[in-house]
């Protein structure tokens, strides 16, 4: 066999410099770690008459059903692709059935699945300019955290500008643009009725809200995002002013709400006024923190 005669040689001769330039074995794959509750399922239950939570006990997933079939928000870490596909089929969403995919910020315990629901479901995955860039790279060269959260890349089929509405069965949801906890957080609010055992509920205006903590990042001079501080003030004020009748967040414990128990789901309610104040409240102080060891 003539390629192993050509071979032979060259691999004789390269023998003593390999054996010189030996190294150590290359380290392990790290894959980061979470919190168990961010992984732990609870079972589906109703937010309004249309709006399901699907998530974990620690990190949101909400569903939407509408006439013309059914939009999901977030959807959690990585591996919750197939439970979230489970929990639709359990209150009557086929795959086919997923028509629009929404979430808040490209980190990988909130898009981690969305690659993956969208090809399963062929469902619509709807973000903005500044997060798109994020989940096309699957979470590498985050300003924040560089390559340490990744997650499988997801293409964004339609990008909306702040404040843009997108509609499905009746029912419309605008896009808020929260520029805090990243430079491409959304928030969206919709208008669904109050559970009601007779269908006739009373209006609720449900905002789903972006974190807007910042966990450990440089607030001070910061060459990737030099506009940081003014980027939080305008997601504070903006998350003010949303319509507000129900708040939820990415992480719910972060509002007030307790997954883990359905029947007393937000067993200390909070307003959006209220979370805008104290993530400030607790920007500021770090913000000062920053000040003092700078000084």
């Not at 359905?262 to 909070?270: I, Q, T, V």
Request: hydrophobic share 40%.
């Amino acid at each position: 066999m003539p390629p192993l005669r050509l071979l032979a040689p060259t691999f004789t001769l390269l023998l003593p410099v390999l054996a010189v330039a030996a190294e150590p074995v290359l380290p392990q794959l790290e894959v980061y770690q979470t919190p168990d509750s961010w992984r732990q399922p609870v079972a589906p239950f109703p937010i309004a008459d249309r709006t399901w939570y699907i998530g974990t006990e620690g990190l949101s997933a909400l569903l939407v059903k509408t006439a013309d079939g059914a939009v999901l928000i977030d959807g959690g870490m990585p591996q919750a692709a197939d439970m979230l596909l489970r929990h639709m089929v359990e209150l009557g969403v086929a795959p086919r059935d997923l028509k629009l995919i929404l979430h808040s910020h490209a980190h990988g315990d909130h898009a981690g699945p969305l690659a993956a629901i969208r090809r399963a479901t062929g469902a619509t995955l709807v973000s903005n300019a500044e997060s798109a860039a994020l989940l096309a790279r699957g979470g590498s060269n985050d300003i924040h955290y560089g390559d340490d959260i990744l997650f499988p890349p997801a293409h964004a089929d339609r990008l909306l500008q702040d404040g843009e509405t997108i509609e499905l069965g009746g029912i419309a949801f605008t896009v808020h643009f929260t520029p805090a906890h990243t430079p491409g957080s959304m928030s969206w609010t919709w208008t669904d009725t109050r559970l009601s055992d007779q269908g006739d509920g009373e209006p609720l205006r449900i905002a789903y809200v972006d974190s807007l903590s910042a966990p450990d990042y440089q607030l001070l001079d910061n060459p990737r995002f030099p506009h940081i501080v003014d980027a939080y003030r305008s997601g504070f004020e903006a998350v003010r002013n949303l319509p507000c009748d129900l708040l939820i967040a990415p992480h719910p414990g972060g509002v007030g709400w307790s997954p883990a128990t359905p029947d007393a789901p937000h067993p200390k309610p909070m307003s959006c006024v209220e979370y805008a104040d104290t993530a400030e409240r607790a920007f500021n102080q770090e913000l000062a923190k920053q000040h003092q060891a700078a000084n």
